[in-house]
């Protein structure tokens, strides 16, 4: 018997209604398609289902055995679809993302865009929060997977340093021509005016350990709290600023001259951290990958799983 749920579908909705017309508006098909449907199960089961008369319609004996059984097997066949409607929408997972709000303004729009066009199927939640959010949101496993730099080591959490980006001296368009230039030494800073980050950012505070070197420890110049905010002074020529390669692309686009530092390189190391004892799921693994390959546009220096995680100067 080759029964198909299209034809239980037509004998339900003419036993229900009475009517071939009326059940075929029901579903969408023609009087004589019904019919042909219902006619068609009918010599599956070997039996005359319905009665039918000018005036009327009626189920035949063998009709009312069917009824509860047609009912069942289309019953549970909807439940089946339900289910797997719903494990296709499973599938289209989502990935919870936690960031600094320097990662996410200058490195995530690049890579949420390709990531959309390379895996349709994942939707993607960001949130920028502050570093120890990010640490604190990732060990209670309210997301999948965060970047930062200077993220702590603690228990439960897994730290990799993800890749490392330079710091870099930008300079207002006409002070060096434009564009990224030779790198050049911390020396040559000496006598410029600098506009920074504050003082108590992770960030400067390593910018701040080389300026020291140069005899500009603690001195007083503006200073602004977004990366954003410095590009845009020193765009407008109130001075120059250090601030690592990942804004490399928006000083190149703003005109600015650029150069990487030397004597000494310093490295700043962006991690991406996960909670110690989950299995990562392979969506978050394929968002690190793409940040990755987007940060090597950036200048910055891919690192294995087995660098040393810490953020130093060489």
């Known amino acids: 018997m080759n029964v198909s749920n299209r034809q239980l579908h037509a004998f339900l909705e003419v036993a229900r209604l009475q009517s071939f017309a009326r059940a075929a508006e029901q579903v969408h098909l023609s009087a004589s ?16 289902l319905f009665n039918r008369t000018t005036r009327s319609l009626t189920l035949t004996d063998a009709g009312r055995r069917l009824l ?65 959010t990010v640490r604190q949101r990732v060990m209670e496993g309210d997301v999948d997977i965060g970047f930062g730099f200077f993220v702590k080591p603690a228990v439960g959490l897994s730290r990799q340093p993800l890749c490392k980006f330079r710091l870099m001296h930008i300079a207002p368009p006409d002070a060096h021509g434009s564009g990224l230039a030779d790198s050049r030494p911390w020396s040559s800073l000496r006598g410029l005016p600098l506009v920074s980050l504050p003082a108590d950012n992770p960030i400067q505070v390593v910018i ?25 002074m020193v765009r407008a020529g109130r001075g120059h600023a250090i601030i690592p390669s990942f804004a490399l692309e928006e000083c190149l686009r703003q005109g600015l001259a650029v150069a990487m530092l030397r004597e000494p390189v310093v ?7 996960t909670k110690r004892g989950t299995h990562s799921k392979p969506a978050a693994l394929a968002f690190a990958a793409a940040l990755k390959r987007a940060a090597g546009g950036r200048l910055a220096v891919p690192q294995p799983p087995a660098t040393r995680s810490a953020t130093k100067a060489a």
Request: a negative charge; hydrophobic letters at 45%; charged letters at 25%.
């Open 33 to 48: 398609g019904m019919s042909m449907l219902v006619k068609e199960l009918e010599k599956q089961v070997g039996a005359r």
């Open 208 to 232: 701040e350990k080389q300026l020291a070197r140069l005899g500009r420890a603690h001195e007083e110049r503006p200073r602004m709290n977004l990366i954003g905010t410095l590009i845009g």
């Open 68 to 132: 509860p059984v047609a009912e069942r097997i289309v019953g549970e066949l909807r439940a089946l679809a339900a289910v797997l409607d719903g494990s296709e929408a499973a599938v289209r997972s989502r990935l919870l993302v936690a960031a600094t709000p320097m990662i996410s303004a200058s490195l995530l729009p690049e890579v949420l865009r390709g990531f959309a066009d390379s895996h349709p199927e994942v939707q993607v939640q960001l949130t920028d929060v502050e570093v120890g």
């Open 267 to 273: 490295h700043l190391d962006l991690y991406q951290v």
